[in-house]
C-alpha cells in the first residue's frame, strides 16, 4: 500500500490517483483518521485494503505534502556507506553514527531548500536516503521480530552544512538542524509492497544527472539492524523516523534541483535557492 497527504487530507495511491480518506470514509461508513499519523499511531488499516467503487483525484490535481508534518523523533545515520565516508575524508565507525534533527528543519515535498547566508555556511550538500517509518511503541526488539515494528518506507533528503561540521564534529547536530535541511515523502510504502529492502537502489540526482547511487545492501549497518540497535537504548514510538545514510551527497548551490529517487519507494524533489538575514521574533 503506498499513502500520502495531499491538500485534501490522506490518501492511498492506487492506478494513477489519489483515493481520500474523507471519501473512503464517505462510501464505506468508517472512521479512518485525518492524519497519517494517526494512522500509524493506532488506526485500522483495514478500511483501505478494498477500494473498488470509490473514485480518485488524478495525481496531476493533487499538490502531495509531508506525511506528517511533525515526526516525534528523526533519527539519522551518518557514514553508513563507504562511498559517503571517502568523500568528505572521514572514517566510518564500528556503531551506527546516529544523530537527531528537529522537526523545523523540515520542507515540503517539492518545495525549497533555502541555503543560510554564506557567513552561516557556504557548503551545503543534499543527500538522498532510504527513510524507515516506526509503526508500533517497541524497546528491545530481537532482530527477528524487527519487521512487526515497521509501518514502512520513505524517500527523504538530508541537508549538511560541511564547512559548519568541518570546524568541528561536535558541531554535527547544529550542521543539520538548518531551516529546511530535511524532508521525507511523499509517499510511504508498507513493507508488504517493498520485499526485499537491501536490494533497493538509493539515488541521489543533481541537476540533470546522478550524482551518487548505492544498493542498501551495501550499507555498513543495515535497516532492521539499525532499528533493532536504536531500541536497546530507547523506546521508539509510531511514526518515529530513521533516515538511514547516503552513499554521497550532491554539493548544491542557488538555482540547483536535487531528488532522491528508490525505485519501488518514492521520488522526493526539491528546489535550491538562496535565504538572506531576516530578523524573525
Not at 227 to 233: E, I, K, L
Amino acid at each position: 500500500m503506498k499513502l500520502m497527504r495531499c491538500q485534501h487530507g490522506p490518501a492511498v495511491l492506487q492506478d494513477g490517483e489519489a483515493v481520500l480518506f474523507s471519501e473512503i470514509n464517505a462510501k464505506r461508513g468508517v472512521s479512518l483518521p485525518d492524519s497519517l499519523l494517526a494512522l500509524i499511531q493506532g488506526g485500522s488499516m483495514e478500511a483501505l485494503r478494498d477500494l473498488r467503487g470509490i473514485a480518485g483525484l488524478p495525481l496531476a490535481e493533487v499538490t502531495p505534502l509531508l506525511p506528517y508534518p511533525v515526526p516525534p523523533k528523526i533519527w539519522c545515520i551518518g557514514l553508513n556507506y563507504k562511498s559517503h565516508a571517502e568523500d568528505i575524508n572521514a572514517v566510518q565507525p564500528e556503531e551506527p553514527g546516529s544523530f537527531m534533527k528537529p522537526a523545523s528543519c523540515l520542507f515540503e515535498p517539492g518545495g525549497d531548500i533555502v541555503l543560510p547566508p554564506a557567513d552561516v555556511s557556504d557548503d551545503v550538500d543534499a543527500e538522498g536516503e532510504l527513510g524507515v517509518v516506526i509503526g508500533r511503541r517497541c524497546r528491545f526488539v530481537p532482530r527477528e521480530h524487527v519487521n512487526e515494528v515497521i509501518f514502512g518506507y520513505t524517500t527523504t533528503l538530508d541537508l549538511t552544512a560541511l564547512d559548519v561540521l568541518a570546524r568541528n564534529t561536535r558541531y554535527l547536530t547544529r550542521a543539520k538542524s538548518i531551516d529546511t535541511f530535511f524532508s521525507f515523502g511523499p509517499v510511504i510504502v508498507t513493507p508488504d509492497e517493498v520485499p526485499d529492502v537491501e536490494g533497493l537502489e538509493v539515488v541521489t540526482e543533481h541537476n540533470n544527472g546522478v550524482c551518487s547511487r548505492d544498493f542498501v545492501r551495501n550499507m555498513r549497518h543495515k535497516p532492521l539492524d539499525l532499528v533493532r540497535f536504536h531500541t536497546d537504548f530507547f523506546t521508539l514510538e509510531p511514526g518515529d523516523l530513521i533516515s538511514t545514510g547516503c552513499p554521497k551527497g550532491a554539493r548544491i548551490k542557488a538555482g540547483d534541483t536535487v531528488r532522491s529517487r528508490i525505485d519501488g519507494v518514492g521520488l522526493l524533489t526539491a528546489r535550491v535557492t538562496q535565504g538572506v538575514r531576516v530578523p524573525l521574533y
